[in-house]
């Protein structure tokens, strides 16, 4: 095991063909079913940082909120920025562009941490910085997810993250061998287990 890394488990819910868009999965009793399965296999697994892709966030969590951007003349400059906060629960995000509109530092009771890439406006930062999200850099243009996990690992002190998708991350992640496990929550019974690295 890499230790300059979080141990990565990932965690999602597919259909047996592999999809994993739940909204086309209609909404029977079993989808309510399937969904607080895979709230309780999260919290089973009991690990306090969870990351996803800019698109799962926008979608799942902040509602497609525009990025806002404070006027005036901003210089910030790119170094990583961890906020004041006293949580050990971490809510992560990887948006390269800053295309993810926050209003506050806590989601789901969650600090909030963005991956950025150091091409994202001046603005976009300093609103960060004023509402208390941190932000780290991982990469000029393009997210580097190894120095991201690095990062992740020694400003905020996780050992262990939760990978929850979408299917592009969890790609990336995994084709960079930053894969630990993979949980496959099936239905409200079937639950596999991938050990991989
Ligand atoms: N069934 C489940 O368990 C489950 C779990 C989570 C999500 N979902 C669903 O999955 C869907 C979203 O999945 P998705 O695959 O479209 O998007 P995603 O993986 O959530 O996000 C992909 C986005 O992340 C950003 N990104 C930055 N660096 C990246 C890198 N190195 N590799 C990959 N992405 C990087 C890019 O944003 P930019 O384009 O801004 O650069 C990219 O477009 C949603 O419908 C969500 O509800 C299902």
């Not at 709230?39 to 009991?46: A, D, T």
């Not at 496959?184 to 690295?197: A, C, H």
């Amino acid at each position: 095991m890499n230790t300059e890394y979080p141990y990565v488990i990932c965690l999602m819910m597919t259909s047996v063909d592999g999809k994993i868009l739940g909204e086309k999965w209609g909404n029977s009793p079993k989808m309510n079913l399937l969904k607080e399965t895979f709230e309780k296999v999260h919290e089973q697994i009991g690990i306090g940082a969870w990351i996803v892709g800019r698109t799962t966030m926008e979608k799942d969590f902040t509602d497609f909120e525009k990025p806002i951007i404070k006027k005036g003349h901003q210089e910030v400059d790119r170094l990583d920025f961890v906020a004041d906060h006293k949580s050990s629960n971490f809510a992560i995000a990887i948006d390269g562009k800053g295309k993810l509109g926050w209003k506050e530092p806590i989601l789901h009771g969650d600090h909030v941490i963005s991956i950025l890439s150091e091409s994202v406006k001046d603005g976009y930062l300093a609103h960060l910085r004023d509402i208390g999200v941190s932000y780290v850099f991982a990469g000029k243009n393009e997210i580097e997810l190894k120095i991201a996990l690095k990062k992740l690992r020694n400003l905020f002190g996780i050992e262990k993250l939760m990978l929850e998708g979408g299917a592009h991350i969890n790609g990336s992640f995994l084709n960079e061998g930053l894969i630990n496990e993979l949980h496959q929550i099936e239905n409200d019974v079937l639950w596999i287990t991938y050990k991989i690295n």
